[in-house]
């Protein structure tokens, strides 16, 4: 099974700042790479996909990105409506699987 | 609007089976795998398993930690998908979501979440 590795796993950051989240994957992924943003009580909604495809409504200042087997989701000019629980999750090869997640808290 | 409703959930004492239902509207159902994704209190998102629709000839996979226990299935004249548990173990208590994709690829993200449904295994 393919291991995903997330870090930070909660940051801490003021609203207008730029925040990057960290996801490692075990094995080659291609880019089978999803983000996920999930909020207290709330199911999870994909941001990105393919690594760096921004799902239809999600504001322009998140973005993603690979190098190799790294990839990073970036938040420029974070809004205070980006709280919440951030995931990665591959979806190259059964089993999927997900990050362990990031706690986004805005100051 | 596509949608997915999971039912079925609730208290169930450890050992006892537990059938899980998820109902779809909006979606051509028969062409778009169904996955399971559960989450225990305060803990991350954790795959459970899928069935594939049946262009991909509707098999199942199922992560490690519940293979063997779970079944997963699904009713194309109900547009349903269910995930039947048994043996349940404390450990299985979650909020279990129901989650398919608008692609009907049969490796993608999961675009389309239901609202979940708690499972409680307790004595």
């Known amino acids: 099974a393919i291991r995903m590795t997330q870090s930070p796993s909660s940051l801490s950051a003021s609203t207008g700042d730029r925040v990057t989240i960290t996801c490692r994957a075990s094995?080659?992924?291609?880019?089978?790479l999803a983000w996920y943003q999930q909020k207290p009580g709330k199911a999870p909604k994909l941001l990105i996909s393919a690594t760096a495809t921004l799902q239809p409504g999600v504001p322009s200042r998140f973005s993603g990105s690979a190098s190799g087997t790294d990839f990073t989701l970036t938040i420029s000019d974070l809004q205070s409506e980006d709280f919440g629980t951030y995931y990665c999750?591959?979806?190259?090869?059964?089993?999927?699987?997900f990050g362990q997640g990031t706690n986004l808290e805005i100051k | 609007e596509v949608q997915l409703v999971e039912s079925g959930g609730g208290l169930v004492q450890p050992g006892r089976p537990l059938r899980l239902s998820c109902t779809t509207s909006?979606?051509?159902?028969?062409?778009?795998?169904m996955n399971w994704v559960r989450q225990a209190p305060g803990k991350g998102l954790e795959w459970v398993g899928l069935i594939r629709s049946q262009t991909y000839g509707g098999t199942t996979e199922y992560a490690a930690s519940v293979k063997g226990r779970v079944t997963i299935s699904r009713d194309e004249s109900k547009s349903t998908a269910y995930l039947q548990m048994n043996s349940l173990k404390v450990e299985d208590t979650a909020v279990y979501y129901c989650?398919?994709?608008?692609?009907?690829?049969?490796?993608?993200?999961?675009?389309?979440w239901g609202q979940g449904t708690m499972v409680t295994v307790s004595s």
């Open positions: 094995q080659g992924i291609s880019s089978f």
């Open positions: 989650t398919s994709s608008t692609s009907e690829l049969p490796l993608a993200p999961l675009d389309i």
């Open positions: 999750q591959q979806y190259y090869t059964y089993l999927y699987s």
């Open positions: 909006g979606l051509t159902f028969s062409d778009h795998a």
